[in-house]
């Protein structure tokens, strides 16, 4: 069984930068791809950011490109979220999330992280 266990949120100030961690267990960490996603108050979770095994392969939701970069470790099981320029729209509990490259939805989640962008 996949464990997702995310780290490094917390409150900054707006242009201000956070880096989430995201620690993989339970599996082989370079046979998933890894994602990134959110929930803001009152709406629905959105995609943020996703990378290949391979890390060679990114994909970033218009929202965050130019801004966020994903990347991960594969000798240390972990993904990362390098998130600069925040701004306060970015407010939202934030969720790494996994999937085998074959599936199209992400099937293991962690417990989510908060960030605040404060004004």
């Known amino acids: 069984q996949v464990q997702l266990v995310e780290s490094g949120g917390g409150l900054v100030q707006t242009g201000g930068s956070l880096r989430l961690s995201c620690a993989f267990s339970?599996?082989?960490?370079?046979?998933?791809?890894m994602g990134w996603f959110r929930q803001a108050p009152g709406k629905e979770r959105e995609f943020v950011t996703r990378?290949?095994?391979?890390?060679?392969?990114?994909y970033y939701a218009d929202s965050v490109k130019g801004r966020f970069i994903i990347s991960r470790d594969n000798a240390k099981n972990t993904v990362y979220l390098q998130m600069n320029s925040l701004k306060p729209e970015d407010t939202a509990v934030y969720y790494c999330?996994?999937?085998?490259?074959?599936?199209?939805?992400?099937?293991?989640w962690g417990q989510g992280t908060q960030v605040t962008v404060s004004t």
């Open positions: 999330a996994a999937r085998n490259e074959w599936r199209n939805e992400y099937h293991y």
């Open positions: 339970g599996r082989t960490f370079s046979s998933y791809v």
């Open positions: 990378i290949m095994w391979s890390a060679s392969s990114t």
